[in-house]
């Protein structure tokens, strides 16, 4: 059961499931048992973007002249939103790596994973143009209560499978005392742990960062800190991606032809799965209460948000098979919308506001007299 | 030219104005929830009660059986739908 960087089994990795089959040996995509897997990874791979390349020097005056209680609702999303990428650009492979088994939904991890580490720098991107001391920024998010008790949600299930796996794959299945503490493990309850993971994975990427995201988009709305709103529409269009795997892990776990006891965990689990929803969206509705505690924001309030909350959380809930918990059925912020249409988000060289093409177009715009003094 | 009826609403002619099922059901003014528009958010999923759809390029997002996704998808045949 221990993991090995290069399984020396000879399988047919067609015949693997998903997770908790053999290691993968051979990263090859000439066969796939989910060809959607490498389909995510082109469309990925297609969206990629750098940070650097969005220019959101303007947003440094429109920030400065923001009133407190609205400075106080940008900086506090940006604070949560470091919080979730943080956690995301590690844990799918720290948690899903050692388990998985098949090379096209390795591969996926790998590349969902990295495009999360490009959101965490973007971040630091955006704080660096707003304030002369990214530290302070920085450095609340371990002491802000109010994000701590987020980061307890959204990690507690990784660490419960990484815990699990590791000693699962140090003593195999059984009764095992480790540092003179009993514990026990079976595969069947790291299964458990497994779906449990990605469910609350799930619930982080579709509903945790929608909050947030409104807010963004209504300051953007207003002509206010469009570099910002720039950035977090790259990321929101990763994200969709990000959801769509989830998506597709749970279906294809529920389905059961993949594995039959992940279909029988995952009936088991659907009290907990609502729970977790439930949970979820109760913390991103305080999380709402938080943000407008001062004061609300033009376009956007406390009871908007909330609405918006619950309405994405119903339309996530049965993208999986899940019953809408909640009875709002509309879209309480239609033009949310149009912000989050990939079509128009390409970070295109030939705009303007591409900090990195712009150093090119200096040397450009050089005319005749700007050599007078030169002599060759 | 395909029928689009919407359950508990009038039927709208897919008469090749609009690209896709989303911008035919947009033209008139019916609201349907889109992020992505190409397929691969699954935020636009819609019921198909009856008929055929195609799509016109293969959608990335998980798509249950009796759902389809109307931003990358044009009616074969007339179709019976409900957006939820
Ligand atoms: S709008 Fe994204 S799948 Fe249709
Ligand atoms: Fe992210
Ligand atoms: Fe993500």
Known sequence: ?376 | MPNVKISGNSAIAFDGTAPTLLTALEQHKLQVNFHCRQGYCGACRCKLLQGEVQYLNEPLAFVRKGEFLPCCSIPLTDIEIEIP
């Open chain 1, 1 to 376: 059961m221990a993991y090995t960087t290069f399984n020396r089994q000879i399988n047919d990795q067609l015949k693997e499931p998903m997770f908790f089959g053999n290691p993968v040996n051979i990263s090859r995509y000439d066969q796939q048992k989910y060809g959607i897997f490498e389909k995510l990874i082109e469309k990925q791979l297609s969206f990629f973007w750098r940070p650097e390349e969005v220019d959101v020097s303007k947003d440094r005056i429109d920030y400065q002249n923001l009133p407190e209680h609205e400075k106080h609702i940008f900086i506090s999303n940006l604070k949560y939103q470091t919080l979730l990428d943080s956690v995301q650009g590690r844990s799918p492979n720290v948690a899903f790596l050692p388990i998985v088994s098949l090379p096209e939904l390795e591969t996926w991890i790998e590349t969902w994973a990295f495009s999360e580490t490009i959101h965490s720098r973007s971040y630091t991107h955006i704080v660096r143009n707003i304030s002369a001391e990214p530290h302070k920024v920085f450095d609340d998010i371990m002491l802000n209560e109010k994000i701590l008790q987020r980061a307890e949600d959204v990690t507690r299930y990784y660490d419960a499978l990484i815990d699990g796996v590791n000693l699962y794959q140090r003593c195999g299945e059984g009764n095992h005392t480790i540092n003179g503490e009993s514990q026990n493990i079976s595969l069947y309850e790291l299964k458990r742990r497994l779906y449990l993971c990605v469910m609350s994975v799930n619930v982080l990427e579709a509903i945790r960062f929608y909050v947030s995201f409104a807010c963004s988009f209504a300051f953007a709305e207003r002509e206010l800190m469009e570099g910002n709103a720039k950035i977090i529409r790259l990321i929101a269009r990763d994200e969709a991606l990000h959801l769509t795997g989830t998506q597709h892990m749970l279906n294809i776990m529920a389905a059961g032809d993949d594995d039959p006891q992940m279909a029988q965990i995952a009936k088991e689990c659907e009290e907990e799965a609502y729970a977790i929803f439930r949970k979820a969206a109760e913390q991103e509705k305080d999380w709402a209460e938080f943000l407008f505690k001062d004061g609300s924001m033009i376009g956007l309030n406390k009871d908007i948000l909330c609405q918006y909350v619950e309405y994405i959380t119903n339309s996530r809930m049965q993208a999986i098979g899940l019953k809408p918990i909640f009875s709002t059925t509309q879209n309480p912020i239609p033009w949310i919308n149009t912000w989050l249409v990939s079509d128009n988000v390409q970070v295109a060289p030939q705009e303007a506001e591409i900090s990195s093409y712009l150093v090119g177009q200096i040397d450009n715009e050089v005319d005749g007299g700007d050599f007078g003094d030169f002599d060759l």
